[in-house]
């Protein structure tokens, strides 16, 4: 290839530019030659408005799909690129990139966040494709250690695959201590401990499960609140399921703005993401990282890929077995009511993600992939 590492050009393909990886686009937009294209519409980000170069299309399923469909091949086509970055290969423009990659003779990195092989019908049939791309991309870079064991496993050489650590934010993190008092006054929380419940509530989120496990909690003990914060259209449905278990000390708050969601971490004792394998497993879970940075104790399960790196079990939280209700259960125990055990996993959490899970890293990881597949 004609150009050096710092004169080359970029095409890098993601499908929103959503507000956690905002920062990590803009590392990566100072450090090399870049410029991105959204494929996935997000009408809560302006693109004009962001410190880097880029162009938004939208290639789900919409009435002007042709339209932007043409866009993305005249992109793929036009642009004088030297290497392309695109995400999971299970994503039609990931395979249409990699396939005009090699027509093109460019260098091509794949990004994927797959750890555990999807059992739907769409995955299954195309895995022979996504196995190609994988194991004929020049570089790879994934979030984690078990998603670099994943690629492996799918034919990718070990070499070639860098972990660039998947990183959260949630603001500024300037507390303002009777603003949460009066938060927990307005919920009538009291002197209860808070267990939060942070996300979209939808089926493999599995909150079915921490209600069940919080049912058996409660029978033992009046002084803990489930806090539920997020929606969904599972929601009705966990509601419904609330109420026919009897359940007394849960609050179904609905969405959170960034603000409320930092007050919510700071008021929360543990903090639960009880992700179940249904169809694939919870890629990441990045309100792990969020509930780290205010030095929580966290709870998840082996259907997390964040959990077999951020979670050291029994040292900052339990990473438990997916539906196990027992087992979910005692392990909120053993935090809620070890005011100790608490303390120091909420201590290790801060430490791990701090040091490590950062914007920094994060893009130092892509970096080093992109120099490696242009050697």
């Known amino acids: 290839m004609n150009a050096t590492k710092d004169t080359q050009r970029i095409l890098f393909i993601h499908n929103k530019a959503i507000n956690y990886r905002l920062p990590l686009f803009k590392k990566l937009s100072i450090c090399k030659n870049i410029i991105f294209c959204f494929t996935r519409e997000n009408s809560n980000i302006d693109i004009d408005k962001l410190n880097f170069k880029g162009t938004s299309l939208n290639l789900g399923i919409n009435v002007s799909f042709l339209k932007h469909f043409q866009k993305y091949i005249k992109i793929l086509f036009t642009y004088d690129f030297d290497i392309i970055i695109s995400g999971d290969p299970y994503l039609f423009e990931t395979q249409i990139a990699f396939i005009v990659s090699r027509f093109r003779k460019k260098t091509f990195v794949l990004f994927s966040e797959e750890w555990i092989i999807g059992s739907s019908l769409k995955r299954r049939l195309a895995s022979p494709i996504l196995n190609y791309i994988v194991k004929h991309s020049d570089a790879c870079v994934v979030p984690g250690f078990r ?93 419904r399921l609330s109420e026919e278990l009897g359940i007394k000390n849960v609050c179904f708050y609905g969405w959170v703005d960034e603000e409320t969601k930092k007050e919510f971490f700071e008021m929360a004792d543990l903090v639960v993401l009880p992700s179940i394998y249904h169809k694939a497993a919870e890629a990441w879970g990045l309100v792990l990282n969020e509930a780290m940075y205010h030095s929580k104790p966290v709870i998840t399960t082996n259907m997390v890929g964040a959990a077999y790196s951020l979670v050291k079990h029994g040292i900052n939280g339990y990473i438990v077995k997916e539906k196990d209700i027992n087992e979910l259960c005692n392990a909120i125990e053993k935090i809620i009511y070890n005011p100790e055990l608490k303390k120091q996993m909420g201590s290790k959490s801060k430490e791990i993600i701090k040091f490590e899970y950062n914007y920094e890293n994060q893009a130092n990881g892509f970096i080093k992939a992109i120099d490696y597949s242009t050697e």
């Open 147 to 239: 998603h670099k064991n994943h690629l492996i496993e799918m034919g990718a050489s070990s070499e070639k695959i860098f972990i660039a650590p998947n990183a959260s934010y949630t603001g500024n993190f300037e507390i303002n201590k009777e603003m949460i008092e009066k938060t927990r006054n307005s919920l009538g929380v009291g002197k209860k401990n808070i267990i939060l419940y942070m996300g979209r509530i939808v089926e493999y989120k599995g909150l079915e499960y921490l209600l069940r496990a919080f049912k058996k909690i409660e029978e033992k003990f009046e002084d803990s609140l489930l806090l539920i914060a997020g929606t969904g259209n599972n929601e009705l449905k966990m509601k």
